[in-house]
């Protein structure tokens, strides 16, 4: 084998210790070797490191002032990578020298530091690979398996048994997301294309298939296209920092005061912008407010339960809700009418069980100066304002699609931030096009798959035979909605609500009927009694890392009074007649 002189010169190792195996002097075991240095590096530390330790040579007496004793012996013994050895040893040649006073004797190789340690990383990554060729194989396999089987005869002979199954595993995928490590949005969009998939295999009639995707596509892109156009707008003024408006108006610092507080303005702030939004915008507020982080997680918890019931009563303020409107389930003025009273029912009563604990003042943080708003920043946050309150306007005076309303306030908004900062190049992230590639895109594609499912199994009339069974076995429907709501705790309100959509229409259920408002109402503030049962809920335990467990013990109990509260508010304003309390208030 062959190194650099420097090398040797550089490393305070005997001579003798880089001779081949057969000879040089020594006998023995060879002891192992560290990884070695390039020239340069090993001038470098020469220079500016102290001798690094070494093992002693077997030759080397035990009272020599060059021996550095046992235990360091094994201590650096112990510290060296096996791999890496291997890797130096196996790197070189016997015989030969360099030219640069290695002489013939043969040493180490000039192999770096880094060579060595990208050898390691080699076979571990090569192991991750192997893993990852296994999961690719057993996904690969699956997905043999199942389209072998949706080509097979039996497909079309029990074609609702297929597709069935099909959204049965598809959404157990989907709530075991955490467990199995796959995204939910990648499982979805499998499922719906798979429900598709069977439904054509088994119709004799693949065009009238083809025209009743086409039309059912029509209709989920019109709620993608108004969650885009939501999404950006929130995006753009969250951008500017435009929310520090409502922040920076919160000044006290008494715990019951500021739990109502926070509360009431999630709440308004929901039937606005959607219950994620909301939450999010609440919880970067909570870290200007509170110092402590586990006592954030109570007001965290206020605000999911705020946001889930401030976006049930209006058209634009929760998914589900947007679902039902868009659909032509419910309008928007009945909408608010019906529901804002049951929804601040459920609020008050839950801050109600909340605030008596809560004693004293809390503690601010130390400001850190680092959110101040971008220039124009207010007259963006009133632009998209505006935009979004100015869709259900829109649908009234124009009669069109509330999608096209919410696309012309984003291309409002959009022409805004462009003009405002035309020319300011350090400020192009502000604009609309960089907001839009920050927009959870996955997620509009979790909706697509979720919702392409639902319309197969509507198309099917799968629906419509369990919107039967539940009407010859449950009596009432506002009975079915208030179960609705408790399913939502733990399932995705998202599909349920779809789903109701596709079991009953709106010929034997007409728009804004009880059964329209009370879904509407109880899978928005049903998911707040867990908090995986709402797109706010995860937020939160994202954010602030709350636990489950102790989500179940502070809050589940006030969300689920709140909740049933809110229904026998409902119930109680439709059995006296009461909803002119609405009209009376000016709604």
Known sequence: MATSGAFIRACPLPRQWFAPRGGGGVTGRRPPLRPALSPAAARRRAVVAPPPLRMAAPNERPGSSRHTGGDEDAALAAAVDTKVRAT??????????????????????????????????????????????????????????????????????????????????????????????????????????????????????????????????????????????????????????????????????????????????????????????STIVMVSLLRKLIDDPKERWLYGAAVVIAANAGGAWTPIGDVTTTMLWIGG????????????????????????????????????????????????????????????????????????????????????????????????????????????????TSGVLFFLGI???????????????????????????????????????????????AATMGMYSLDSVPPDSPLWQLIAFAAGTGGSMLIIGSAAGVALMGLEKVDFFWYFKKASLPAFAGFAAGIATYAAMATLHLPALGTAAGM
Request: glycine residues 10%.
């Open 88 to 277: 130096v040893e196996a790197s070189g040649s016997d015989g030969g020298g360099d030219g640069n006073g290695a002489g013939s004797g043969g040493v180490v190789p000039q192999t770096s530091e880094a060579a060595a340690t990208a050898a390691v990383d080699a076979e571990v990554v090569s192991s991750n690979s192997s893993t990852d060729i296994l999961r690719l194989a057993a996904v690969g396999g699956v997905c043999s398996v199942i389209a072998a089987i949706l080509q097979h005869s039996w497909v079309a002979d029990h074609r609702d048994a297929t597709m069935t199954t099909i959204f049965v595993l598809g959404y157990a995928g989907i709530i075991l997301e955490e467990l199995l490590d796959f995204h939910k949005t990648g499982v979805a969009l499998l499922m719906g294309v798979g429900i598709w998939v069977t439904l054509m295999t088994a119709s004799p009639d693949h065009a009238l298939v083809v025209s009743e995707l086409s039309e059912q596509v029509s209709s989920i892109s019109e709620i993608l296209f108004f969650l885009i156009g939501a999404s950006t707008i929130v995006e753009i003024v969250d951008a500017h920092q435009g929310f520090k408006i409502v922040t920076d108006a919160i000044r006290t610092n008494n715990r019951r005061v500021l739990l109502w507080a926070i509360g009431f303005i999630t709440f308004f702030m929901s039937s606005v912008l959607d219950n994620l939004t």
């Open 451 to 497: 919702l392409l499912a639902v319309a197969g199994l509507e198309s099917a009339g799968i629906l419509r035979e369990v919107a039967v069974y539940l009407d010859a076995h449950i009596a009432s429907r506002e009975i079915i909605a208030a179960v609705i709501g408790l399913v939502s705790a733990v399932v995705d309100n998202v599909p349920l609500v």
């Open 329 to 440: 389930q419910v309008t928007a003025a009945a909408t608010i009418k019906g529901l804002v009273i049951p929804s601040l029912v459920s609020l008050v009563v839950t801050l109600g069980i909340m605030s008596p604990p809560l004693r004293g003042d809390v503690v601010r943080p130390s400001t850190s100066g680092n959110d101040v708003m971008a220039p124009r920043g207010k007259l963006v946050f009133w632009t998209g304002l505006a935009a979004l309150l100015s869709v259900p306007v829109f649908k009234a005076v124009t009669g069109l699609p509330p999608y096209l309303g919410m696309l012309s306030g984003l291309g409002v908004v959009w022409l805004v931030t462009d003009v405002i900062h035309a020319g300011e190049e350090d400020r192009e992230e502000l604009r609309g096009s960089a907001a839009v590639s920050r927009i959870d």
